[in-house]
């Protein structure tokens, strides 16, 4: 007799906690297939508002570490992750159709690209900040710090593992904490991804990870005012000139979709889209 | 038994698994060198701890051999993420076994245990570390784009910091792509090898790191050697110097750290309390064996008095005794040389008519001890206020303005580091612009991190270790700068192999190894 399985589930992740839609509301996860999978967490207003407060509240812990600790911690992620490579190739076969192959690159992608951005955290202030040479005896440098809390669409296309961690990766490294729309047909790795983030030191409210629809949820953040940057990356099948509108009403920075394979893609520029540079006078005496 | 009396507390050595005697570690494995073993002992007792393996002429050509090998077939064509994820595992394993590290380093170098393990391993970590992320960023190291290794570095460090030095040299070489032969210091050998242990964990591939133990004649062997492209050194600036001639004419890169005689300026605003701390710290820190320590202290004449009288009484409640003890402020001198050298120059100041003073404390039986001494009425001229001591021992002078505090901290051949306690902003940023010293500490001193450029000024050496700038000296400028820039070498400088470019950062690598 086969042993009959166990399947979990799939709620959202705010405020490091797994809590269902206050909503009550689910929608159904399909295979490639069209098998059941899951009933996934459809968010609501009332979540999206309950993951900006919890960024907020987190955001003096994660910005006000050390460069050094954020690195460990991001490098910490893709030491779990590396654990649990079978799990997310599992899903990701699942809900994607792609071969396993194909689902083992995608999840080593996604682990070398923490890796690859966990670096950053202590350098990035090293290439893009720097001392001045002001005519006059005074002190003047330049720092780049987080810009504080990040809402992102994750992109909706190509891999859903891949796609999140591209786009929730560079918003962590300078210290801002996110809420981020998940890949909506396919969430189900993005749960689990909180999981991880959950067990690797990324204190919680860092990360907010909600399922559902980005067309109703990307408005609500959007026009949020304690939202500080949108990240459009994956809102390109929706009408994001709007959002854009809408952002502007309080100034919030704002990337634009991207599409194709290379949305995303690993740069410092993504880190330094979600900074503020601060310069710093200070009258230096004559002697 | 007064108050100032603590019940002993010593650090277990349970975590240490030594062994009797240690070899070479060239291409990845540990092997019999063809010079005579050496005894490793404990400062603290003078009882040996193992015997370590001598390196002659011949087990360093091997060493070099095995990195030109490494650095051909394999370093040089990883990527640089794959070079990052072996820095990251380096950085990983020496965290777990901080504490092990911890205690051979106490064991070896006599520095007390809370040092070692809340200064020396954790920064031995954080620098793996750091680089590692660098090792798949270098674009952005400064040296303009696609930048390539050198090749085979030639490394020799001290015994003052042995497995943080080991850190400093190390890590920013691999991450750039470089593989190394590197020398520990003759009378602390122990954790480099314990390190060698750990890239063994690492699975690093063999050849990259080659660690060559002995004396100076392996030191010199080394950076001697033809097949080397580059040299870095953090010692005396006797040595340094000999090192800058022989490569004179020669296309080896060179980095040297090495002396200092740092002026700590206090000036009449300062925080007193948080003065006295940093002036403790930057002097007795590791038994004062620190290239960058504050041993000159200018005091602002005006407060003089009160400072004085506070350092003593500061002194008087610092421990001298067992390294192994978590209450140990001082530890042991690490050697009878170095013991020698501190008595022959403090007798000398003595003589030269400074006023010495020393807390009364007990020193251990065996082992070399110096209490921590402290010189008043110094002038400029005298031997204590001029010469690196190398030791527990701290000169004071005084100033009446600024300007004669700048000419004075500056009347010196070196230039590694300086202290500036007060607490007007604008006078700080003035008086750190008119030194001449490569780290200026402001209103704390000997803070390290990996983040941080570290390095001298003048005949403290040139190249900065720590932070982007060291990367620099490990990293060669794409081909078209550096036509412009270099001029026809001598036909010595073409001993040396021409070497590969690394620039395969597309090549596949198995997932095996990464996945173990």
């Known amino acids: 007799m086969t042993r009959l399985a166990v399947p979990k589930t799939y709620k959202l992740y705010l405020g490091g906690k797994f809590p269902r839609s206050e909503s009550g509301r689910v929608y159904e996860i399909r295979s490639h297939d069209g098998e059941f999978l899951a009933n996934a967490a459809k968010a609501s207003r009332k979540d999206a508002r309950d993951a900006v407060v919890a960024a907020r509240s987190a955001l003096g812990g994660w910005a006000g570490a050390t460069a050094y600790n954020r690195g460990q911690v991001l490098y910490r992620i893709a030491e779990l992750l590396e654990g649990r490579r079978a799990q997310f190739v599992t899903e990701i076969v699942q809900s994607e159709g792609v071969s396993t192959a194909a689902a083992f690159a995608q999840v080593d992608e996604a682990i070398d690209r923490w890796v690859w951005y966990a670096g950053w955290a202590d350098k990035y202030l090293q290439v893009a900040g720097n001392a001045?040479?002001?005519?006059?005896?005074?002190?003047?440098?330049?720092?780049?710090?987080?810009?504080?809390?990040v809402a992102i669409i994750a992109p909706q296309t190509g891999g859903s593992l891949l796609g999140l961690v591209s786009a929730v990766a560079p918003a962590l490294v300078s210290g801002n904490t996110v809420v981020v729309v998940a890949n909506e047909a396919m969430p189900l790795s993005a749960i689990s991804l909180g999981e991880v983030l959950a067990t690797s030191d990324v204190p919680g409210g860092v990360v907010n990870i909600l399922t559902g629809s980005p067309a109703e949820m990307a408005p609500w953040l959007a026009s949020h005012a304690d939202v500080n940057a949108l990240d459009l990356v994956g809102a390109g099948d929706l009408d994001w000139i709007h959002l854009e509108i809408d952002a502007a009403e309080t100034l919030t920075r704002v990337l634009q979709p991207e599409n194709g394979p290379d949305a995303a893609s690993p740069s410092l520029a993504?880190?330094?889209a979600f900074t503020e540079t601060k310069t710093i006078w200070h009258t230096k005496g004559l002697i | 038994m007064s108050f100032l009396?603590?019940?002993?507390?010593?650090?277990?050595?349970a975590v240490l698994n030594l062994r009797g005697d240690y070899g070479l570690f060239i291409d990845g494995e540990f092997v019999a060198g063809r010079g005579e073993p050496f005894q490793s002992i404990n400062p603290a007792t003078e009882k040996q701890i193992a015997m370590i393996a001598h390196a002659d002429a011949a087990d360093v050509d091997a060493a070099v051999a095995a990195a030109r090998r490494a650095y051909d077939k394999t370093w040089s064509k990883l990527s640089g993420s794959d070079r990052g994820k072996y820095l990251f595992r380096i950085a990983r394993l020496v965290q777990e076994r901080a504490r092990e590290l911890a205690v051979a380093e106490t064991l070896d170098n006599g520095k007390p245990i809370k040092e070692s393990r809340d200064v020396d391993v954790p920064l031995v970590a954080a620098w793996f570390f750091y680089y590692a992320g660098w090792a798949d960023k270098l674009d952005h190291a400064g040296v303009g784009p696609t930048p390539s290794a050198r090749g085979v570095a030639a490394q020799v460090i001290p015994w003052n910091f042995p497995l943080l030095m080991l850190a400093w040299k190390i890590a920013p070489a691999l991450a750039a792509g470089n593989t190394v032969v590197l020398k520990p210091a003759e009378t602390t050998s122990l954790t480099a090898l314990l390190f060698a242990e750990i890239l063994q964990q690492?699975?690093?591939?063999?050849?990259?790191?080659?660690i060559v133990t002995g004396g100076r004649d392996t030191g010199k062997a080394l950076v001697g050697h033809p097949g080397v492209n580059l040299v870095a050194f953090t010692g005396s600036t006797g040595a340094g110097r000999a090192i800058a001639r022989s490569v004179a004419g020669t296309d080896k890169k060179v980095i040297l750290e090495l002396g200092g005689k740092a002026a700590n300026i206090v000036f009449d605003d300062a925080p007193i309390d948080q003065a006295i701390e940093g002036i403790v710290n930057g002097i007795f820190f590791n038994q004062g064996h620190v290239c960058c320590a504050g041993s000159r202290l200018l005091v602002q004449e005006s407060i003089h008095d009160d400072v004085i009288d506070r350092l003593k009484a500061r002194l008087s409640t610092l421990r001298l005794g067992d390294p192994m003890d978590k209450n140990t402020d001082i530890g042991a001198i690490n050697s009878a040389e170095q013991l020698a050298r501190i008595r022959e120059l403090t007798d000398i100041g003595e003589q030269e008519g400074a006023e010495r003073w020393s807390p009364d404390c007990v020193l251990p039986e065996a082992g070399f001890w110096f209490r921590p001494t402290i010189f008043t009425n110094v002038s400029t001229s005298h031997r204590i206020a001029r010469d690196e001591v190398f030791g527990p021992v701290l000169s004071v002078l005084t100033f009446r303005t600024p300007a004669e505090a700048i000419a004075k901290a500056n009347n010196t051949p070196y230039g590694l580091s300086a202290g500036i306690w007060t607490e007007k902003g604008s006078r700080m940023l003035a008086v750190a612009d008119k030194l001449r010293a490569g780290v200026i500490w402001a209103n704390t001193f000997n803070r390290f991190d990996p983040a941080s450029p570290f390095g001298g000024y003048k005949e403290s050496g040139y190249g900065r270790e720590g932070g982007r700038h060291g990367l620099a000296a490990y990293l060669k400028p794409a081909a078209g700068r550096a036509a412009a820039r270099t001029v026809t070498a001598a036909p010595a400088a073409s001993i040396a192999p021409a070497v590969a470019s690394p620039a395969a950062e597309k090549t596949p690598v198995s997932r095996k190894k990464a996945a173990k």
């Open chain 1, 132 to 149: 001045n040479p002001v005519s006059g005896p005074y002190f003047n440098l330049s720092v780049p710090e987080p810009t504080g809390v």
């Open chain 2, 5 to 13: 009396d603590y019940a002993p507390a010593p650090e277990s050595q």
């Open chain 1, 270 to 272: 993504r880190v330094l």
């Open chain 2, 202 to 210: 690492a699975d690093l591939p063999a050849g990259v790191v080659n």
